[in-house]
């Protein structure tokens, strides 16, 4: 059974924990009169991919997008995994 406690750092070591949001854009390049892409570019706007993550710096241990999560308020937490 697995359940999810509140963080403030690693479970595993006590460590910093980084969390990443992964978001996505694309670089919209216009076609020259010459009929070749421009060397300048636009950033679109960015979109969420939906997907967080997160990184132990100490003892290198990472957590997926199904063991970690952020509240909106910014609390975090970690999906602790017990013996099925």
């Not at 993550?53 to 003892?59: A, E, H, P």
């Amino acid at each position: 059974m697995s359940e999810w406690k509140y963080v403030t750092c690693c479970p595993h070591c006590g460590g910093e924990l980084i969390i990443s949001d992964h978001y996505a854009f694309t670089r919209d390049y216009r076609i020259t009169k010459r009929g070749v892409l421009s060397k300048r570019s636009k950033r679109s706007s960015d979109g969420s991919m939906d997907c967080t993550t997160g990184y132990c710096l100490s003892c290198n241990t990472g957590f997926d997008e199904d063991e970690i999560a952020v509240e909106a308020d910014g609390t975090v937490w970690v999906r602790e995994k017990g013996c099925d």
